[in-house]
């Protein structure tokens, strides 16, 4: 089992430009989730998705949109990229339930100039 | 809204050291509480997690104890090592959104 899976694991954007990043999970979870975590902010929710072909808005989804089409693969869009978006981002998945264990990805190191 | 507080870092510790970091939690419903711990460049892993009020949670020497009536859930190590360095983070996770709340996190290093 390889878990949660990013990619990809690091990029450098300019300003303006778009990006997807992709997240991966083979452990057959319903709920997936994008982080951003920043110093000194602990980790902050943008989006996240309670099932195949559903997503939600989390705590900061300004500037990001999200796409669950297949209940394996969950993808973080940055359609205009701005310097306020360098960061690095963690997906993470679970089960339903309020007990289960949220497992995380290595991360994706995104830098926007 | 729901939060959680924990101990500003860095806690810095000899090795061999007692550790504790506080953390206490507002949260409606009855959350499940986990610590997840950090390494340099890495992602998150779960380090404990208590799903119930009393429920002790404990994994590699670190214990936490679900405290209902306090809101807290304190991490503990009896004998701290170097490769204990990283950022803990304590976060409940509330039953009526399932999602997961994080405080800023707490760094602890180790020295020998």
């Known amino acids: 089992n390889a878990g949660v899976t990013q990619t990809p694991k690091f990029r450098v954007l300019k300003t303006g430009q778009s990006m997807t990043l992709l997240c991966a999970q083979d452990?057959?979870?319903?709920?997936m989730y994008w982080y951003r975590q920043d110093p000194g902010m602990g980790l902050r929710l943008i989006h996240y998705?309670?099932?195949?072909?559903?997503?939600a808005k989390g705590e900061v989804p300004d500037g990001y949109n999200v796409s669950r089409l297949k209940k394996q693969n969950f993808l973080l869009g940055l359609e205009s990229a701005a310097p306020s978006q360098t960061s690095v981002y963690f997906c993470?998945?679970?089960?339903?339930?309020?007990?289960?264990?949220?497992?995380f990805g290595p991360g994706t190191r995104l830098l926007v100039l | 809204g729901d939060s959680v507080t924990q101990m500003e870092g860095p806690v810095t510790l000899s090795e061999e050291a007692f550790l504790t970091i506080n953390c206490t939690y507002t949260?409606?419903?009855?959350?499940?509480l986990f610590w997840y711990v950090q390494y340099p460049g890495e992602g998150l892993q779960l380090l404990l997690k208590?799903?119930?009020?009393?429920d002790k949670g404990s994994n590699k020497g670190f214990e936490a104890t679900y405290r209902k009536e306090t809101t807290s859930f304190h991490l503990e190590k009896g004998s701290v090592q170097v490769s204990d360095s990283a950022v803990y983070f304590c976060?409940?996770?509330?039953?009526?959104?399932?999602?997961?709340?994080f405080g800023t996190g707490t760094r602890l290093q180790v020295f020998p």
């Open positions: 993470a998945s679970s089960r339903q339930g309020s007990s289960e264990t949220q497992y």
């Open positions: 452990m057959n979870h319903e709920y």
């Open positions: 998705s309670v099932g195949e072909g559903t997503t």
């Open positions: 949260a409606t419903g009855y959350p499940s």
């Open positions: 208590a799903t119930k009020a009393d």
């Open positions: 976060a409940p996770r509330t039953d009526n959104t399932d999602k997961l709340i």
